[in-house]
């Protein structure tokens, strides 16, 4: 296959992942505030995304400082800490999607609290990198 066929299928996997974070999900996201809205009223869901974003912080605040700890430790033995930087920038990833006023954003938020969830998606990271690259 040509060289510029996969750099042409990388700009259109960009492309749609662009169309995805700035058009479907706000849209979609709106959608679901508007029906949890017209349920449960506007107090209640705006106290409800508000909860949501304090407690996902204290969440995130607590692993990730575990995840820095468990770094330092590796490092000060002589251990590339590599699981834990993955994981570092997961927990990074997920302290986005909670500070994003939403509940689906805040569902993949806590999602990605959960280690295993973590670990998952950490392994399938790793292997979709893998694939596509190349060491000389």
Known sequence: MPQHAN???MLLFCGY???LAFIVVPVAELYVLVTVEGRIGLTATLGAILLTA????GLLRRQGMATMSAIRRQTASGQFPGRDLAHGGILLFAGGLLLTPGFITDAVGFALLVPAIREVV?????QYFRERTIIL
């Open 7 to 9: 750099s042409l299928d």
């Open 122 to 126: 950490r392994l399938r990271l790793a």
């Open 17 to 19: 992942m662009l169309v």
């Open 54 to 57: 304090v407690v996902g912080a």
